[in-house]
């Protein structure tokens, strides 16, 4: 079946806008989580969600960041006012609640703040 | 606070030698290891887990609680193991989260 999406795969804006990137689960997927790659670094969680709501928001770096999800379905994590080191990969990934940790990764969105 | 380290950034081997990717962790529970693998051009994908102690592609790792390691290991490497490798922990319970450590890049060369 199909994989974890995410759009758009690339994205360049410049610094001080606002940006949206989107995910779409595996289905029937409760649960969905947001990293982050910057360069030459390590994955750095986020943010995950347990269907519509959010126990876990202690990675997010700062209060420009935010993210949201539609039922047991799409999320979308939302940059405000962009800075360079904003700049990054940012994955999403999915999991079956009860079936394992096994997370599902999507193919991410590499952000540049110009 | 959990931490992953890999201490090498590279890692270079000849087919058909054996390959040692290390990690090592910190973490006051007991926490669940993984190692993941992203292939050029491919997502980032699970490689395996310590729980289910299999071997995947010829690729074994073992949990040793006393070093605090979870270090991969295969006897005879491949040309098409070349690939970015990330060890992870999970403290568990509800919710999964992963810690990464900065991964490893190993070319296997002919």
Known sequence: GAGVSQSPSNKVTEKGKDVELRCDPISGHTALYWYRQRLGQGLEFLIYFQGNSAPDKSGLPSDRFSAERTGESVSTLTIQRTQQEDSAVYLCASSLRLAGVEQYFGPGTRLTVT | ?110
């Open chain 2, 1 to 110: 606070a959990q931490r992953v380290t890999q201490p090498e950034k590279l890692l270079s081997v000849f087919k058909g030698a054996p390959v040692e990717l290390k990690c090592n962790y910190s973490y006051s529970g007991s926490p669940e290891l993984f190692w993941y693998v992203q292939y050029s051009r491919q997502r980032l994908q699970l490689l395996l887990r310590h729980i289910s102690r299999e071997s995947i592609k010829g690729f074994t790792a073992d949990l040793n609680k006393g070093e605090t390691s979870f270090h991969l290991k295969k006897p005879f490497a491949q040309e098409e193991d070349s690939a970015m490798y990330y060890c992870a922990l999970t403290s568990g319970g509800s919710n999964y989260k992963l810690t990464f450590g900065k991964g490893t890049l190993l070319t296997v060369n002919p």
